[in-house]
């Protein structure tokens, strides 16, 4: 069974710092997918990754995937509060079903 | 251009009671899945199906039962709710390659008591 890793869990960050977000999995995997969940929201798409060495950028979030490492991350420049929120990451690994990680709740604080 | 729409979005039930919960979607995606989330757990998968007609069991399937009649409808169904069954259920879908990813809907909040 494929296992997905983050870390941290909680992340509590000023405005204006820098950070990186970690997704680990367990086994070989060319997809990963980022979304993000504002509280009592559903999950919205972010980045998808289809392949190694992929990088996307979308304003102040950029993600990228290592498939050799089994890693991916997503790195928040200049973080303002209107980036707080749950942060997943799926693994795609060819089946029927994306494998979630359990989240990384990010907390930007003026 | 509604995406995926799940109804209800909130509902408490009685230990024992049944119900069932609707997700449609209007993108024409042939892969639909049912998620469940609990705090500190992730996104754990119930069942998903690949095409109209099919379902296939996910991680946790136990106390549940789907159907999938029509393409753009999949249907969630509990015949005993229990108080383990207390969760925010997602249903999402894609396309066949999943090239975009899921579309998630809105999610429903479950209650049973």
């Known amino acids: 069974e494929l296992k997905v890793e983050q870390n941290p869990l909680f992340l509590s960050m000023q405005e204006g710092k820098n950070y990186t977000i970690y997704c680990n999995y367990s086994t070989t995997s060319d997809r990963l997918y980022w979304y993000r969940q504002d509280p009592g929201k559903s999950l919205e798409s972010l980045f998808v990754l289809l392949s190694n060495g992929a990088v996307k950028q979308e304003g102040r979030l950029m993600a990228s995937l290592d498939t050799k490492a089994r890693l991916s991350t997503l790195h928040i420049t200049a973080a303002v509060h209107d980036l707080s929120a749950t942060y997943f990451c799926?693994?795609?690994?060819?089946?029927?079903?994306?494998?979630f990680g359990t989240g990384t709740s990010l907390t930007v604080i003026p | 251009n509604a995406g995926v729409t799940q109804t209800p979005k909130f509902r408490v039930l009685k230990t024992g009671q049944s119900m069932t919960l609707l997700c449609a979607q209007d993108?024409?995606?042939?892969?639909m899945y049912w998620y469940r989330q609990d705090p500190g757990m992730g996104l754990r998968l119930i069942h998903y199906s690949v095409g109209e007609g099919t379902t296939a069991k996910g991680e946790v399937p136990d106390g549940y039962n789907v159907s999938r009649l029509k393409k753009q409808n999949f249907l969630l169904g509990l015949e005993s709710a229990a108080p383990s069954q207390t969760s925010v259920y997602f249903c999402a879908s894609s396309y066949m390659d999943k090239l975009y990813g899921y579309t998630f809907g809105s999610g429903t909040r479950l209650t049973v008591v």
């Open positions: 799926a693994v795609d690994r060819g089946g029927n079903q994306f494998y």
């Open positions: 993108m024409n995606h042939e892969y």
